[in-house]
């Protein structure tokens, strides 16, 4: 027998060796819940189907629009629901029971909420961060440039609510800045908050960066150095009771993947 042929005889065999390894790594990959949560590739997982629920913050929800498109063409047969809101109320309605798979917090406070109650799997993660900055009228009208000018009399200002992330940093940034501003309203999520100045129905607002570019040419914004002091962390986890726990950590991988990445920077978010 040539050396030529006894190479022949024995590819089939490299070929399968080399299948049941691929095998064995895809076994691996889908171990346990904490490592596929860790970042596995959802590749090696079985077909996914169903809803995904995910309970998000307000300034999140164009970005996040934008991945669960992303999510449902690469998923056939799936579909992603959103509930958007102040991540206080949305925490709120996990720890009382509302069914979701996925919640992602303006803030680590609001998150603990959640974790707190036990109804997190694992650690959650930062995947993105958020800055504030004041949204005015289009073509600042009022001259505002400085979180100074938002306290000049008979200039109507509107804040986030301080038992969410937007209200926190908004309070804590002013804080820094040693001044009294007392708001025409309080609003319960940032979205509102901003819709306020697009209504002109207010003259400002203290909301995210991503909120105002979301606006388009609907708003003005305005950096302030004081925004530095209160920049929020927003972190994302599997709740314990999720209905779809695979859908779950698939849509968290995409998030936190290269693609989704860059999505949420491209809308203004910073990275972690």
Known sequence: MTRSARRTRRTPQVAVAGAALLLALTACSSSSDSEADSGPSSSGSPKLS???TVFAAASLQESFTA???EFEKEHPGTKVTFSF???DSLAASITGGAPADVFAAASPKTMAIVTDAKAAVGSPSTFVRNQLEIATLPGNPDKIASLKDLTKSGLKVVLCDKSVPCGAAAEKALQASDLKLTPVSY???VKSALTKVELKEADAAVVYKTDVKAAGDKVEGVDFPESAEAVNDYPITRL?????PDAARAFMELVKSAAGQRVLTEAGFLKP
């Open 50 to 52: 169903g809803t995904v």
């Open 85 to 87: 809101g102040g991540s």
């Open 240 to 244: 314990k009771d999720a209905p779809n």
């Open 67 to 69: 991945l669960g498109k």
């Open 187 to 189: 609003e319960q999520d």
